[in-house]
């Protein structure tokens, strides 16, 4: 995903496993239930060891409660869900991809929450901005071959 992002060409690869959701990968002493996470895109999961309570966020989170962004398959109302579910779990520390781990998961999961909810507000005051009612309008005028809308 990050190639197409980034304009890298893709390496072919084989998966050994498919992981869905709500699957366990037996480990011995460890379970691992995987959790469809997206947001950050569409395909991002967690792995989540409910006897340690030890939570593995990938890009879904970071410590500090940090989000780390949307790509192009991701979403924005998907994500807010995704930490929403994730922070009604029972966890002592989370492993996030990317910098350190998360040993303080309540504070650091009330945080993403909270700032997953103020950007999907601030996507919503942007979407009003723009007036796409009368980007519509006018793209439908063009499709239907009616006049166009006047413009205000």
């Not at 980034?6 to 239930?33: C, Q, S, T």
């Not at 879904?60 to 924005?76: D, E, P």
């Not at 650091?108 to 950007?119: I, Y």
């Amino acid at each position: 995903m990050g190639g197409k992002y980034f304009d890298v060409p893709a390496k072919l690869f084989h998966a050994d496993i498919w992981l869905e959701g709500d699957n366990m990968i037996e480990l011995g002493n460890y379970r691992l239930r995987v959790l469809h996470t997206p947001g950050h895109c569409s395909g991002c999961i967690c792995l989540y060891e409910p006897d340690h309570k030890l939570l593995f966020t990938g890009d879904t989170v970071l410590a500090g409660g940090v989000l780390s962004g949307i790509f192009s398959s991701g979403s924005i109302s998907d994500y807010m869900n995704s930490v929403q579910r994730l922070s009604a779990l029972r966890i002592e520390e989370f492993y996030p991809g990317h910098g350190r781990i998360s040993t303080t998961p309540q504070e650091d999961m009330q945080k993403a929450v909270e700032d997953s909810r103020a950007l999907l507000e601030d996507s919503k005051a942007l979407f009003e901005a723009l007036d796409t009612k009368a980007t519509f309008l006018r793209l439908f005028a063009a499709v239907r071959k009616f006049p166009s809308p006047p413009q205000r």
